[in-house]
């Protein structure tokens, strides 16, 4: 338990979801800001153009990550607010720079650490417009001077880099399913052109780090992989049902994180499912596209898990079960330090500020990390609780929130107020902070019958109790 002395709690939100301003000090819009403006889609779909506000509202969300007693937090750049034309050899938006320098340097003067993502899915979209997007290989090279523009005006404060959030999401939703941004329906192969070019440029900009930041600021760089938990269903253990999920894996966390962690080429069942549409890397892009990560990181949320439900899981039962996806990547890549990046599930917008549900599985999920830590030996070294805040959800929109404070969106000045699950995530790792500075490695509690069964039998269960 002593790792935990130096463990990275926190929280993260994206620039997308929360920022608002979306026309605000010069910002061009970006794909999602396209999206959801478009004619074409639901009359009724609602915007981000204002979201949690978070652009205007950002020492509120300081505070209230001092309120958690956080020690790090995890945000993302706006591309289009720094480059709105999406160039970023040309001069910055120089009050994006000067709100995102702000931001850091508040941080560190709260001894919260800053864990910055270079992109999380809201491209420029002019770079839509003008390329086609992801599914066009200029963007790597756009993408590279993105990366060294940032890690050279930000890097010296930044000790944590996470390249671009998800890219699974951004391949299939946006360019297979159409369900996301940019909206395109370009079916297995759009997607698979796409996670290719998202590869080699998460791979260029490690490179552009490593190569030459990297000896001056001392920092690591991640890309953030997102998947579900898949297992055989109850009494169906049988040798094809595992390889069935081993496939599940493989066509989501193991697309991207085999070229990277792994071989540096795609995993052979992906291969097999896809044929000639599925991209190839030479040998030489092999080697140079392998370990261009310092860390693994990890999002494991509704998002993967809904999906997976729907399109991967050959059968077999998804599950959040976060403890087993931690030991898998343990045995598959290597035993790598793992940074959680985003944890946490959803409550629906109706619920307000209480759902049993989305604190049960908040607990359950850090729990599950935990037993991966001291049971299992994964090298978990932080953990950011999703997300600080309610925001703009995506194709959910408002629908749903998951955020640790609640924001009413009806109101103007979008006001922070815990969640009772804020509550229990400051209780949470303030115990366990508090126990690992003992040196204690067991801690023995009671629980109280009565309180729980009032009635003394099941007659009656306190669920409140429970929680």
């Not at 039962?317 to 035993?335: F, M, N, S």
Request: with cysteine.
């Amino acid at each position: 338990m002593a790792s935990l002395k130096r463990f990275l709690w926190g929280s993260g939100t994206s620039a997308y979801q929360t920022e608002g301003a979306w026309n605000q000090d010069g910002k061009g819009p970006s794909i999602w800001d396209s999206f959801t403006h478009s004619v074409t889609e639901k009359l009724d779909r609602m915007t981000a153009n204002v979201a949690s506000d978070s652009y205007n509202r950002w020492e509120e969300d300081v505070k209230a990550l001092e309120y958690l007693s956080v020690r790090s937090y995890s945000f993302s750049l706006s591309w289009p607010r720094l480059f709105p034309d999406g160039n970023a050899r040309g001069q910055p938006n120089s009050a994006a720079v000067e709100h995102y320098s702000r931001l850091i340097e508040k941080l560190l003067e709260k001894k919260i650490q800053p864990i910055v993502t270079l992109h999380h899915w809201d491209l420029p979209q002019v770079l839509q417009e003008r390329y086609g997007g992801w599914k066009n290989d200029t963007l790597v090279g756009l993408f590279e001077d993105y990366a060294a523009f940032c890690f050279h005006t930000f890097g010296s404060r930044v000790r944590y880099w996470l390249t671009m959030h998800n890219p699974f999401l951004m391949a299939v939703q946006g360019y297979g399913t159409g369900v996301h941004a940019p909206g395109e329906k370009g079916g297995p192969a759009g997607s698979l052109i796409v996670a290719h070019n998202l590869i080699r440029a998460h791979a260029k900009a490690w490179h552009t780090y490593n190569n030459h930041f990297r000896s001056t600021q001392m920092g690591k760089v991640s890309i953030v992989l997102g998947s579900h938990w898949v297992e055989p269903q109850r009494g169906q253990t049988t040798a094809v049902n595992v390889g069935l999920c081993q496939q599940s894996i493989e066509a989501v966390l193991g697309w991207f994180a085999n070229p990277i962690f792994g071989n540096g080429d795609y995993p052979v069942s992906l291969k097999d499912k896809h044929g000639a549409l599925l991209p190839t890397f030479t040998p030489e892009e092999k080697l140079w596209v392998q370990k261009t990560a310092d860390f693994f990181a990890l999002s494991f949320g509704p998002n993967n898990l809904r999906l997976g439900r729907n399109l991967v899981h050959y059968g077999q039962t998804v599950t959040p079960d976060l403890r087993r996806l931690l030991g898998w990547i343990k045995l598959e890549y290597g035993d790598p330090s793992v940074l959680v990046a985003e944890g946490g599930w959803f409550s629906e917008a109706r619920v307000g500020r209480e759902d049993t549900v989305a604190i049960y599985l908040m607990k359950s999920f850090i729990n599950q990390v935990l037993r991966a830590i001291k049971f299992d030996g994964v090298q978990v070294f932080g953990y950011s609780a999703w997300s600080l805040v309610d925001g703009f959800e995506w194709n959910y929109d408002y629908t749903i929130r998951r955020g640790l404070f609640y924001v009413d969106f009806s109101q103007q000045d979008r006001t922070r107020t815990p969640k009772t699950s804020c509550t229990d995530y400051l209780a949470i790792h303030g115990h366990l902070r508090l126990f690992a500075s003992t040196g204690a490695s067991h801690y023995r509690f009671a629980l109280n019958w009565s309180l729980i069964l009032p009635q003394g039998d099941l007659s009656n269960v306190n669920t409140e109790a429970l929680r």
